[in-house]
């Protein structure tokens, strides 16, 4: 992840950061909670937790919601929570095929949303597009809470301008986008700090910080979208890799299709991508006589049941399923995650094709992985880029214990 960067703060102002962003995890994955409870999520004393909660409370990231009695005895206990308009994100999706732009509050909930259906343009357009996307949305936010927002974010697919033969997509379109850094652009454009995530990962942030993460901290995930990617989730944080690409198992080498509407790889080995994704899935329903310009179109087809659906399923889950054991006896994570872009049944379907794939391969003294559906479906991109600027700045990295994690300097009132 990009991320702004400034020097080291001395270790009680480290700890004290750490601390106040584990109270905000642990109201987001109790709900509510009183002080005392919280002290003993976090692990901290109650002399701790009062001071922290008091200034939470002061920077309208938490309220009081009410009171309950905490057994038989004592004073009612006030219950506190995260404060849905505490902090928002402005997070954009960039995909091959589409841009998104979407508004986001302290809660995950979508407040607003803009959405292009189009094979993505040249980068000058793309940046015009959501600057005036980006305002519109901002005006959503009364002008205080306009004071609280936390960034931007960016998720979109690393080397845009890479495997379109394997997606079907003209290459001249994609050319300008292999020499431009867009969240840079995109941050002078708004004056505003802007975060960058490749898809995959960012829609794993949005399943640590508002969804599954709420109790595991540990999975694979995997989106099936127009390409397929994912992330990985270890100990609360997602692990990104020195270029940023570490879950990105679009890549990962499989064997040549054997559906005759895929494209002949020049070596032996195809590519993930190539089988298991939606462009290869509409890819199969042209060559078997179907129109497809749209997801519209794709979600009928997954409705009908068709014939070419079933053919395209078996092709995937046979590339699919390996690619997932491979990564699980390097990962040992307990969990796998897994969503799409459409659903029309597909996402169920393809869980438990998948399910029993895995446990047919589970090797010797190995267990098979649970299997649970996303939290987010088609969101998951949009809401992941809208989650980076929120959960940089107030998860509990560890980075932050070490004063090697930065703050939004430029917003004063969420950096902790």
Not at 5 to 25: D, K
Not at 90 to 108: K, P, Q, W, Y
Not at 350 to 364: N, Q, V
Request: hydrophobic letters at 45%; glycine letters at 10%.
């Amino acid at each position: 992840m990009r991320r702004p960067h400034i020097g080291q703060g001395s270790n009680s102002a480290n700890v004290r950061r750490y601390n106040e962003r584990l109270l905000l995890q642990a109201l987001r994955r109790a709900g509510h909670a009183s002080k005392a409870n919280l002290a003993r999520l976090a692990n901290l004393t109650g002399t701790a937790v009062g001071s922290i909660v008091t200034s939470l409370a002061e920077a309208r990231l938490i309220e009081f919601t009410g009171r309950r009695v905490e057994g038989q005895r004592g004073q009612p206990a006030s219950l506190i929570r995260l404060h849905p308009r505490g902090a928002f994100g402005i997070g954009v999706r960039l995909d091959r095929t589409s841009i998104e732009t979407v508004l986001v509050n302290f809660a995950g909930e979508v407040l607003g949303r803009k959405r292009h259906d189009r094979v993505l343009p040249h980068p000058a357009e793309v940046l015009e597009i959501v600057e005036r996307d980006s305002r519109e949305l901002l005006q959503w936010l009364a002008p205080d809470e306009r004071k609280r927002l936390s960034g931007v974010g960016v998720a979109q697919p690393y080397n845009l301008d890479s495997w379109l033969r394997e997606l079907g997509l003209p290459a001249e379109t994609f050319s300008a986008w292999g020499d431009i850094d867009f969240a840079s652009e995109l941050g002078r454009a708004l004056s505003l700090p802007v975060f960058s995530e490749n898809d995959g990962n960012a829609a794993a942030i949005a399943e640590l910080f508002y969804g599954c993460g709420r109790e595991r901290d540990d999975f694979l995930y995997v989106f099936l979208g127009p390409a397929i990617g994912g992330g990985i989730a270890i100990d609360g944080d997602c692990l990104c890799g020195s270029g940023g690409n570490a879950g990105d198992f679009g890549v990962m080498p499989v064997p040549l299709s054997r559906l005759p509407s895929a494209p002949r790889p020049a070596g032996k080995w195809d590519i993930l991508l190539s089988r298991a994704s939606l462009n290869a899935l509409a890819r199969h329903l042209r060559y078997r006589g179907e129109s497809i310009d749209n997801r519209a179109n794709l979600e009928d087809c997954l409705a009908r049941r068709l014939p070419a659906v079933d053919e395209w399923i078996e092709d995937c889950i046979d590339a699919l399923a390996p690619a997932v054991r491979a990564a699980l006896c390097m990962l040992d994570a307990p969990l796998v995650v897994f969503d799409a872009d459409v659903d029309a049944g597909l996402v169920d379907t393809l869980i438990k094709r998948l399910s029993a794939a895995l446990a047919d391969s589970t090797p010797e003294a190995r267990s098979t992985p649970e299997i649970v559906r996303g939290t987010f479906g088609s969101d998951a991109g949009a809401i992941g880029a809208a989650t980076l600027p929120m959960f940089f700045n107030f998860s509990p990295r560890a980075g932050i214990l070490k004063g090697a994690d930065a703050q939004l300097q430029e917003v004063n009132h969420v950096s902790l």
